[in-house]
């Protein structure tokens, strides 16, 4: 596709910043290394980078329930970190195996979004710098819902006209106001 070697110009770019310095580690929260000011609870900021795919249908978008992280417990869409030299796509695709066993049929343009999250999915305060990218996909096959990888626990369909959103994750929550649901904040 032609957007991979843009692809591996924004994955060198994110390795040589020190905001996103552990880009591609297997750690799915990595302090920044370095003098950085804490906050008033003296936490350090943690910062995470990966790529993730929207699965709609009928009105129900496919999410993983996280098993660990700062979004434990929660709904989370189906994605992860970049491997090093991995394209958006090639991420994306290796990461809807591992979670719910699927096959990119069709994949839309790239969005993305950073936010801050200054509380686990527990309470417990944290400073955790989350920055994606995300796509709309279509998958070959319907996923398998019993798929169980290192830091997921299955997967469910969640219902966006009636949905519990409080079971979403900061991640979940961003990327559903583009659906123009009148059950979105």
């Known amino acids: 596709m032609p957007d991979f070697q843009s692809d591996r110009e924004i994955a060198r770019d994110a390795l040589e ?13 990595g302090d920044v290394p370095g003098d950085h000011p804490q906050d008033a609870d003296g936490l350090l900021p943690t910062y995470h980078y990966g790529i993730y795919g929207r699965i709609i249908e009928a009105r129900r ?22 491997q090093s030299g991995e394209s958006r796509h090639e991420t994306l695709s290796r990461e809807l195996r591992e979670e719910v066993g699927g ?6 343009f790239w969005h993305s979004c950073t936010f801050t999250v200054e509380y686990s999915s527990e309470g417990d305060p ?20 019993h798929y169980f990888s290192n830091d997921t626990g299955g997967a469910h ?3 966006l006209d009636g949905g519990n959103l409080s079971e979403l994750s900061a991640l979940a929550k961003s990327i559903l106001p583009t659906l123009g649901s009148a059950n979105n904040p």
């Open 17 to 29: 910043t020190s905001a996103f310095a552990n880009y591609g580690s297997s750690d799915l929260i």
């Open 126 to 145: 944290l400073q955790f710098h989350h920055y994606s990218h995300w796509a709309d996909v279509t998958l070959v096959s319907p996923p398998n819902l």
């Open 61 to 82: 978008v496919l999410l993983v329930r996280k098993t660990r992280g700062p979004y434990k417990g929660l709904l989370d869409v189906p994605g992860g970190t970049p």
């Open 103 to 108: 096959e990119i049929a069709s994949r839309s």
């Open 157 to 159: 369909w969640f219902d």
